[in-house]
Each structure stands twice: as C-alpha cells, then as structure tokens.
C-alpha cells in the first residue's frame, strides 16, 4: 500500500515535461534517396529538425521551424530543407493612416491574411534562405479558393481534407505542388 502512495505522489511531483512523449513527424528522403528530414517535437516550444542518412544523423536543428504535421523535403546534398506550411495561421491587416478620403476607399490588391508565407527554404544552420507567399501562387481572383477558417486558412491541394494532388519530390529534385484554385507551382533547391 505503501508503494502504491508513493508512487502516486511521485506522479505528481514530476514535471509534466517528462510525462509527454516525443511527436514525431513522418519522415521525408531525398530525391536521390540518401538523406531524409522529420521533425521532432520533444516539449511545447522544444523542437529540432533532424537531417539522417542510413548511417545516422547528418545534422541537427534545435528549432520550432513548424510542426510535426507540416512538410518537410531534403535536398540531395542533404545541405538545405522546404518547409511547407498547409494549416497557414492569418496575417494581420496593416494600419494605415486615417483620413476621410482613406475610409471612403476600398483597399486595393489581395488581403492581409493573403500576404503570408507558406513555404520556406532553410539551410543547416537554421538561415532563411527562400520563401514563397500565397499571393506568390494565387491572383486575388483565386484567392476565393482557399479554405477560410476563424484564425487560419487551408490552400494545398491533397492536404487537410482538400481534394487534388498532394505536394510531392519529383526525381530531379524539385518540390511540386498544387495551391487550390492555381497551377503546379515549384521549389527547387
């Protein structure tokens, strides 16, 4: 009975840190078949990216460039990492100045939330090397195809419950993928 008391007040006492599992993203390999990426998430707010050949790990990145759910693809060198974002968090609207003649006008080009990255290019040590915005892919008339939510939005093809072709490595090396509404658009490396 003692036991049983014990190790119920050790439950409790321990951080909660230790009793969450590690998520682990699924895994991605080169076009070239010698490297693959995942993404690891250990805690909230602790994250690495692990590049690995069959041998082991290749290189290590101790940040949260995403989440397990995301899309992550390796280059052939195995140097640098497409992060794709599908679930896309709203951007905020920018302020402008107030005027009487302002309020009268209709802002023109696509909106706020439109202007956000959606995919992004990073080499080994965690530089921003490229980025893609939606409005990069989609006119504002294709815009009406992205599926709205309350904070966030969905704009790939093959992704989230959306119908089409889902983002793939071609054998050269190149990232293809499908915004709703658009075109085949690419990510080289």
């Known amino acids: 009975m003692r036991r049983a008391a014990l190790a119920l007040v050790l439950m409790f006492l321990a951080p909660s840190s230790a009793l969450a599992e590690e998520r682990r993203g699924r895994a991605r390999v080169s ?11 250990a805690a909230q707010d602790q994250c690495r990216l692990e590049v690995t050949q069959e041998s082991g790990p290749v290189w290590t990145l101790k940040e949260c ?19 794709v974002w599908p679930l896309v968090e709203k951007g905020k609207a920018v302020a402008e100045p107030r005027t009487k003649k302002s309020k009268a006008k209709k802002p023109k ?20 090397l490229q980025e893609k915005r939606l409005t990069e892919w989609l006119n504002t008339r294709q815009l009406s195809e992205v599926r709205q939510l309350t904070h966030h939005f969905k704009w790939l093809e093959g992704t989230l419950g959306i119908p ?12 293809e993928l ?10 080289t490396f």
Do not use: I
């Open 164 to 175: 089409g072709k889902g983002p793939r490595l071609t054998d050269a090396g190149v990232v």
């Open 109 to 128: 080009g696509p909106p706020a939330w439109a202007r956000v990255v959606v995919a992004a290019q990073y080499g080994r040590d965690g530089q921003r």
């Open 31 to 41: 076009a070239n078949g010698l490297y693959s990426v995942r993404m690891v998430e």
């Open 65 to 83: 460039l995403g989440t397990v759910d995301d899309l992550y693809f390796v280059s052939n060198d195995g140097e640098r990492v497409w992060v």
């Open 178 to 187: 499908e915004p709703v509404g658009g075109t085949t658009r690419q990510l």
